[in-house]
């Protein structure tokens, strides 16, 4: 895969900008195997079409979904359908970002029965090479699995990993910097 040419500044927060919301998040998530239009997106998200339009219009601005030919309706009216590009998967993310992705992940996830998610959480302790190895290793895997094309009658499925420092085992404890999870969750 050759790298993308490099971008000023204004287009990388532009774009960090453009994904820095959960349900734009969750629209490319949608738009990912199939092209959905405004109204389909909206009722899927459970979620005013105006609203919706905003979003799309806003990533297909930015070059994250692109509209598709359009086609009639089951009133005869005509709708454009969207197709995420997968921009977003090399995207730079901007400060919060790594929220937004948790967000968008605990919205989907609570519409799945939890006997069917698998979740794996480790605990680690890692020297810098180790933590270096383990980024590229795990990264490496996600990069060749993007780059596969998709199996047209397979299921679909979506991946969440993170890898953070652990600040609560720390010697001694630190406060994390967004204060604890359940106060984090609780604001929303």
Same mark, same amino acid.
């Given at each position: 895969? /050759?790298? *993308?040419?490099?971008?000023? #500044? ?47 219009? #806003?990533? @297909? ?18 709708? @454009? ?9 090399? /995207? ?21 029965? *939890?006997?069917?998610? @698998? ?16 980024? #590229? ?13 998709? #199996?047209?009658?397979? /299921? ?14 720390? /010697? *001694? ?16």
């Amino acid at each position: 895969m /050759t790298e *993308p040419a490099p971008r000023d #500044t204004a287009e990388i927060d532009a774009d960090a900008r453009a994904l820095a919301s959960t349900v734009r998040i969750r629209i490319l998530r949608l738009c990912l195997d199939e092209a959905l239009t405004n109204r389909e997106i909206a009722e899927r998200l459970d979620r005013n079409p105006a609203t919706v339009l905003h979003h799309v219009r #806003t990533l @297909v601005d930015r070059g994250f979904l692109a509209a598709q030919p359009a086609r009639r309706g089951t009133r005869g009216s005509r709708e @454009v359908p969207y197709r995420a590009t997968g921009k977003s998967w090399r /995207t730079p993310g901007g400060p919060g970002m790594g929220r937004v992705l948790i967000d968008a992940f605990l919205e989907e996830v609570a519409l799945v029965d *939890p006997q069917d998610i @698998v979740a794996t959480r480790l605990g680690l302790r890692l020297d810098a090479a180790g933590y270096e190895e383990l980024a #590229t290793r795990v990264g490496a895997v996600f990069d060749d699995f993007a780059q596969r094309p998709p #199996t047209p009658d397979g /299921t679909p499925y979506s991946i969440f990993w993170a890898l953070h420092e652990d600040v609560s085992r720390q /010697t *001694p404890p630190r406060k994390a910097a967004m204060g604890s999870i359940d106060a984090a969750l609780s604001d929303g």
